[in-house]
């Protein structure tokens, strides 16, 4: 059985900082490449972040120099540091695992930013 945990989401004011944590389980983790999405109130949901199975990353305009994917690819897991975070990325975030057909999600972690 395929699962992605989400975790780490939380309050946390403007300008501060935040690690969402992604703990797969029944994949071959290794192959696939790991996304980070997040879906705000009223808005359709949005890529953020994507890492390959070799490490290389990519982020939308919007977080690039403020958020950082990585992987471990021991430990299943995915991450999403997130500095200096402003009030319009409150959203919940989803991780996403994709290898050829296969996609699947976690739960979403939601992630407000307010003082």
């Known amino acids: 059985q395929v699962q992605l945990v989400e975790s780490g989401g939380g309050l946390v004011q403007p300008g501060g900082s935040l690690r969402v944590s992604c703990a797969a389980s029944?994949?071959?983790?290794?192959?696939?490449?790991m996304k980070w999405h997040r879906q705000a109130p009223g808005k359709q949901r949005e890529l953020v972040a994507t890492?390959?199975?070799?490490?290389?990353?990519t982020y939308v305009d919007s977080v690039k120099g403020r958020f950082t994917i990585s992987r471990d690819n021991v430990n299943y897991m995915a991450y999403l540091q997130m500095n200096n975070l402003k009030p319009e990325d409150t959203a919940i975030y989803y991780c996403?695992?994709?290898?050829?057909?296969?996609?699947?999600w976690g739960q979403g972690t939601q992630v407000t930013v307010s003082s």
């Open positions: 996403n695992a994709n290898f050829a057909k296969n996609s699947y």
């Open positions: 029944g994949i071959p983790f290794s192959i696939y490449v």
């Open positions: 890492i390959t199975n070799s490490g290389a990353a």
